[in-house]
């Protein structure tokens, strides 16, 4: 690229920065470990948009983009919710290794990482799972302030009873 071109690309690249908008994140991050009644093989299969169906009342993604029809690297996915629809974007599928990533777009709400690592144990797996929401607005401010510890420990604790009774009972609690 000649001096001329590359002052200008330089201009450009500046005259951006000062018209875009750059803020710090409204962000939280949670941990928590699941205890889990089957070993990660059989467990891991079980984090899918599709087979979530079979152990979660009411999962019922409303399109599931798939080469083999379920969960898998690069799968998209969406999901109702307010105030616009969420996509769903798997970006590590590792069933070998028992790690799941994927991240949670919804517009003006919340981005959103959600990962899940799986260990054998004595009596089954344990489940790592992580989500970090960051705000993408006013109402997403809101929801990041009211996704307390608390809040967030009773929402892995339900998410571990039904799928503790599906892999106990084969039927959703």
Known sequence: MDA???????????????TM????????TRHYTQQLNADPATVFPL???????????????LCVVSESGLG???CVFMTSAAPHDAVWYI??????HGFL???????????????????PTATG?????????TSLGPEGDAFVASFTEEYYRRFMQDWES???????????L
Not at 21 to 28: A, S
Request: aromatic fraction near 6%; charged fraction near 20%.
């Open 47 to 61: 984090l899918c948009p599709v087979r979530e169906a079979d152990w979660i009342a009411g999962w019922d993604p």
């Open 72 to 74: 898998e690297p690069d």
């Open 101 to 119: 990533e994927m991240l949670k777009i919804t517009p003006q709400f919340t981005a959103c990482k959600l990962s899940i690592t799986l260990q």
């Open 125 to 133: 797996s344990s489940a790592l799972v992580t989500y970090t929401h």
């Open 91 to 96: 970006t590590r599928h590792q069933p070998e």
């Open 162 to 172: 039904r799928l503790n009774h599906f892999l106990q009972h084969g039927s959703r």
């Open 21 to 28: 908008k750059i803020i710090p994140p409204n962000r939280v």
């Open 4 to 18: 001329s071109r590359s002052v200008a690309h330089q201009q450009l690249i500046f005259r951006n920065l000062e």
